[in-house]
């Protein structure tokens, strides 16, 4: 079974500030991950994957996300927060020959001025 | 080009109607999902079909739930006798193939009175 665990529903940093949005996974098979945004009202936007190639994977906005095996996380990070990140951010696991993708429960992250 | 499109944006129903939430993937995409998603939680998976079938229908709650997508493009989620519980944002999703990046739709947000 896959699962994903998301430490903190809700994070707040300053802008200008590091963004660190914390994602643990359960999979008993090599996972893939995913980190997807969701702005009010909008779907979710794909913002980068895993599929075992690079651990450190780096994907739109800025942002990037370091596979570690060995402590089974798979953080997300922004060196620099701008206001325009201000969204729900979410964690998902899947495997290479799964269609549906589980994902956690989100984190909402604010940027304060 | 064009997302993917889900009508209604929002749908409010009495306890006990029937509904139809209607999904329109990207041209071209052969598989197709459809996810569910609760206040303050994330996407949970429904149904996921490769070209006309349902391959994967796990994660629908019962059997007053159905989907189809009788041409391998537009999908319908039909729900029979609405409850309350089923109040939540539904979320349609396509790929090019399975296992390709998923790409979300807006959703429909339905309530249940």
């Known amino acids: 079974a896959q699962s994903v665990t998301q430490l903190g529903s809700h994070v707040s940093v300053s802008e200008g500030a590091l963004v660190l949005l914390r994602c643990n996974y359960s999979?008993?098979?090599?996972?893939?991950l995913f980190w997807y945004v969701q702005y009010p009202n909008q779907g979710l936007q794909l913002l980068l994957k895993?599929?075992?190639?690079?651990?450190l994977v780096k994907g739109i906005n800025g942002f990037e996300a370091e596979f570690k095996k060995s402590e089974t996380s798979f953080h997300l990070t922004k060196p620099s927060a701008h206001m325009s990140d201000a969204a729900e951010y979410f964690c998902?696991?899947?495997?290479?020959?799964?269609?549906?993708?589980?994902f956690g429960s989100g984190t909402r992250l604010s940027i304060r001025p | 080009g064009a997302g993917v499109s889900q009508t209604p944006s929002n749908k409010v129903t009495e306890k006990g109607k029937y509904v139809e939430l209607r999904c329109d993937p990207i041209?071209?995409?052969?598989?197709l999902y459809w996810y569910r998603q609760s206040l303050g939680q994330g996407p949970e998976f429904l149904i996921y079909?490769?070209?006309?079938?349902?391959?994967?229908d796990s994660g629908l709650p019962n059997d007053r739930f159905f989907a189809v997508r009788p041409e391998g493009s537009v999908s319908t989620l039909k729900i029979q006798r609405t409850e309350r519980g089923d109040s939540a944002v539904y979320l349609c999703?396509?790929?090019?193939?399975?296992?390709?990046?998923?790409?979300f739709g807006p959703g429909t947000r339905l309530l249940v009175l």
């Open positions: 999979s008993s098979v090599p996972p893939y």
């Open positions: 041209s071209g995409h052969t598989a």
């Open positions: 998902a696991v899947t495997y290479w020959s799964a269609s549906k993708i589980i």
């Open positions: 999703a396509s790929s090019l193939a399975a296992q390709e990046t998923q790409y």
């Open positions: 079909f490769q070209g006309t079938g349902a391959a994967d």
């Open positions: 895993y599929t075992s190639a690079a651990t």
